[in-house]
């Protein structure tokens, strides 16, 4: 559905949450959303028409993982 970020890319062991940044570039991941005790999200105060990309890093008692990559919704 546009104007809706889905991210569901599955459990890293040992996390108890994730961190998620997104923006409409690239470089300027400046919006962000902790999701605990899950692993999906879903984002629907997205502009329909819009690109927009995104990170994910799992975090737990011991610290914060390395981000992923980022991807692209369309």
Do not use: P, Q
């Not at 999701?35 to 990170?55: F, H, K, P, Q």
Request: glycine share 12%.
């Amino acid at each position: 559905v546009r104007g809706d970020l889905r991210g569901e890319d599955g459990e890293a062991e040992g996390a108890d949450g994730y961190n998620i940044s997104f923006g409409t570039s690239e470089n300027k991941l400046y919006s962000n959303y902790i999701v605990y005790g899950d692993t999906s999200i879903e984002i629907r105060s997205l502009n329909a028409d819009m690109t927009y990309y995104y990170t994910i890093e799992a975090f737990n008692e011991n610290g914060i993982s390395k981000k992923s990559g980022i991807v692209k919704t369309e």
